[in-house]
Antibody, heavy 119, light 110 residues
Framework: QEQLVQSGAELRKPGASVKISCKAS????????IHWVRQAPGQGLEWMGR????????NSVQKFLGRVTMTKDTSITTAYMELRGLRSDDTAVYYC????????????WGQGTLVTVSS | QSALTQPASVSGSLGQSITISCAGT?????????VSWYQQYPGKAPKVLIY???NRPSGVSNRFSGSKSGNTASLTISGLQAEDEADYFC??????????FGGGTKLTVL
């Protein structure tokens, strides 16, 4: 079946970096953008950015520019999101989600990865 | 980019209908017919209920419907069931971000 499976929970100290993976299976990886969305504890969803399945092009929200890097390895149908310079307010569940080319809604989500930033 | 505005909570009795609003601007909700709605249970990933304002993916109950007027979109749930108790988020493609979410609405079924 179609799946997005993310890497496990992470604990980091302030100033450190974290890299989360999102393994896709059961569908054609290059037919979908992979987006990254985060949710702080008890809060709403926040769109972070996306990576183009056909090339290495990315888009991200202004607030993350310079701190976030989204990459992919098409050979293993896996997307990655690295966030640097972690702060306590980066503590959140990070989701990958797919959007079909030509569409604008998130039709399938990973299970989420909890990133805790604490000294 | 500011989040879309949703009521923090709504409630309704079993069998009733409720509507959740999602207020945006002429740069997002009002600019495109690209509003989607998601249901999220505690500790779970969101699931799409409605896309492009009023379309339901296969497998989603027809008790869920969406609409839009100007800069405000709405999700209506008819015939409320206990299993509908969850958080609901709207999302819109925008001219800037280019995606933005609402703050979420907690639905309580009485």
């Amino acid at each position: 079946q179609e799946q997005l499976v993310q890497s496990g929970a992470e604990l980091r100290k302030p100033g450190a970096s974290v890299k989360i993976s999102c393994k896709a299976s059961g569908f054609e990886f290059t037919d979908y953008y992979i987006h990254w969305v985060r949710q702080a504890p008890g809060q709403g969803l926040e769109w972070m950015g996306r990576i183009n399945p056909k090339n290495i092009g990315t888009n991200s929200v202004q607030k993350f520019l310079g701190r976030v890097t989204m990459t992919k390895d098409t050979s293993i149908t896996t997307a990655y999101m690295e966030l640097r310079g972690l702060r306590s307010d980066d503590t959140a569940v990070y989701y990958c989600a797919r959007v079909r080319l030509g569409s604008t809604h998130f039709d399938h989500w990973g299970q989420g990865t909890l990133v805790t930033v604490s000294s | 980019q500011s989040a879309l505005t949703q009521p923090a909570s709504v409630s309704g009795s079993l069998g009733q209908s409720i509507t959740i609003s999602c207020a945006g601007t002429s740069n997002d909700v009002g600019a495109f017919n690209y509003v989607s709605w998601y249901q999220q249970y505690p500790g779970k990933a969101p699931k799409v209920l409605i896309y492009e304002v009023s379309n339901r993916p296969s497998g989603v109950s027809n008790r869920f419907s969406g609409s839009k007027s100007g800069n405000t979109a709405s999700l209506t749930i008819s015939g409320l069931q206990a299993e509908d108790e969850a958080d609901y988020f709207c999302s819109s493609y925008t001219t800037k971000s280019p995606w933005v979410f609402g703050g979420g609405t907690k639905l309580t079924v009485l």
